[in-house]
Nanobody, 126 residues
Framework: QVQLAESGGGSVMPGGSLRLSCAAS????????MGWIRQAPGTEREAVAI???????GYSDSVKGRFSISADRGKKSIYLQMNNLKLEDTAMYYC????????????????????WGQGTQVTVSS
């Protein structure tokens, strides 16, 4: 079965950095688009980064220039390097997989991802 396991969350001060990791299994990783979705308490889920099987990347405006998504297809893993973290980046971060190309029809939205991990908490506070 599909499994996505996130790690790397934690607490940092504003301006700090964190690197999230996600290990995937149970599906054809090489043909899936992968993304990071976040949700803060009381808010809707937000798709923040995506990488497709060809290495094309996309970011939400809220993180562009500060976050960087990457993938290691050999390790079936993706990563999210988060720099210059802000208070508003505080959220639960989920690794997600789009195995059928839904984001090409639906756009860069959380609903385009069929499989999700359990999430890892990122807290930015002073």
């Amino acid at each position: 079965q599909v499994q996505l396991a996130e790690s790397g969350g934690g607490s940092v001060m504003p301006g700090g950095s964190l690197r999230l990791s996600c290990a995937a299994s149970g599906y054809d990783f090489s043909s899936a688009s992968m993304g990071w979705i976040r949700q803060a308490p009381g808010t809707e889920r937000e798709a923040v980064a995506i990488i497709d099987p060809y290495g094309n990347k996309g970011y939400s405006d809220s993180v562009k220039g500060r976050f960087s998504i990457s993938a290691d297809r050999g390790k079936k893993s993706i990563y999210l390097q988060m720099n210059n973290l802000k208070l508003e980046d505080t959220a639960m971060y989920y690794c997600a997989a789009d195995v059928s190309g839904r984001h090409q029809r639906m756009g860069f939205v959380p609903q385009a991802f069929e499989y999700w991990g359990q999430g890892t908490q990122v807290t930015v506070s002073s």
